[in-house]
């Protein structure tokens, strides 16, 4: 059974924090992996990560895949409070009839505190 | 460029009736996806049509049913509704080539008492 762990769970820091969100994946097929931001309701687009090894950036936050070991990591630098969210991850897989559903974890509650 | 759109935002149903939901994808995207959202979980997959096709199916009963029309917008029906589909029900549009990233509507949150 495919399993995606994310942690921590919660996770409450000051702003100005750099602050480090886990996911591991044990996934049949694995062809991608990627990090949405849910603030509110709708999850919004933060990265895909295909390669290992390979650190997307987009401003104030990177992120990691590990191929071998079957994880990623998400950083967030310089955290402001506009970051609180839940953080949740996705491994993709590749499917015989062609299905792209997306397998996520429980994602990762971070409250930046002013 | 309008990104998804889900209707109704919000809807209250009573055990045993039946609900549909409806999702309009981004202009161009000719797939769409639908997730169940519990309270603090991730959401879960429940189905993906593309060109009016299910391309895939998670793990639910077959009381949950979609359909996709040929302009691309989709409908997600569920049967004898229970308590435990109350939850936030997301659709997600993505071009349809496999590998695509997907982006998601607003949802609708679905109270079943």
């Known amino acids: 059974e495919d399993k995606v762990v994310q942690s921590p769970l919660s996770l409450v820091v000051h702003e100005g924090d750099t602050v480090t969100l886990n996911c591991s994946y044990e996934v049949t097929n694995f062809r991608s992996l990627l990090w949405y931001k849910q603030e509110k309701k709708a999850p919004t687009f933060l990265f895909m990560l295909?390669?290992?090894?390979i650190e997307k950036k987009s401003g104030r936050l990177s992120s990691i895949l590990d191929k071998k070991e079957l994880f990623s990591i998400l950083n967030i630098t310089a955290t402001q409070t506009g970051d609180s969210a839940v953080y949740l991850c996705?491994?993709?897989?590749?499917?015989?009839?062609?299905?792209?559903?997306?397998?996520f974890g429980k994602g990762t509650h971070l409250i930046i505190q002013p | 460029d309008a990104g998804v759109t889900q209707s109704p935002t919000h809807l209250i149903k009573t055990r045993g009736q039946h609900v549909t939901l409806r999702c309009s994808p981004i202009?161009?995207?000719?797939?769409v996806s639908w997730y169940q959202q519990v309270l603090g979980q991730g959401p879960q997959f429940i189905f993906q049509?593309?060109?009016?096709?299910?391309?895939g199916r998670g793990n639910f009963p077959d009381r949950f049913s979609a359909r996709q029309f040929p302009n691309y917008s989709s409908e997600l029906n569920v049967n004898a509704l229970l308590l435990g589909d109350s939850a936030l029900y997301l659709c997600a549009s993505s071009w349809g080539g496999l590998g695509e990233t997907q982006y998601f509507g607003p949802g609708t949150r679905l109270l079943v008492l």
């Open positions: 202009s161009g995207h000719k797939s």
């Open positions: 996705a491994p993709k897989m590749y499917s015989g009839g062609g299905a792209d559903g997306l397998t």
């Open positions: 295909t390669s290992s090894g």
């Open positions: 049509y593309y060109e009016k096709e299910e391309r």
